[in-house]
């Protein structure tokens, strides 16, 4: 299990940035009973597969879900992917702890939601 309150400021606002979104929550929540392959898991949520693999990739870059390529009965490849069990606590001295970690403004790139 990672525990976000020990991870760095970049990494921290990587979580944060990546639950801040509701596509994102509702694919974590998809996957809290286990793995799904994406053209299933985009149906389940009534979303394109090209917007599914976006929001995926923000939550994969921030540690939250991870993805295997499998090969099925018939030998078609299937994207799986899961999610990472994590626990998330802020409060104001985790915070204070990943200061000296955060980046430098402008160096975490441009988040896009």
């Known amino acids: 299990m990672v525990f976000m309150e020990e991870l760095t400021g970049a990494a921290l ?3 944060c940035s ?5 596509h994102r929550l509702r694919i974590l929540g998809a996957l809290a009973d286990g793995r799904q392959y994406v053209s299933h898991l985009a149906r389940l949520l009534g979303m394109s597969r ?3 693999h ?3 990739q ?3 870059s921030a540690g939250l879900v991870t993805g295997s390529l499998e090969l099925s009965e018939d030998g078609r490849a299937v994207k799986y992917f899961e999610a990472v069990p994590f626990a998330l606590e802020i409060s104001p001295q985790v915070v204070k702890a990943a200061l000296p970690t955060l980046p430098a403004p402008g160096d975490h790139g441009k988040e896009t939601d």
Request: net charge positive.
């Open 13 to 15: 606002l990587a979580a």
């Open 18 to 22: 990546a639950l801040a979104n509701p």
């Open 50 to 52: 090209p917007l599914l």
């Open 54 to 56: 976006m929001h995926l």
């Open 58 to 60: 923000k939550l994969q």
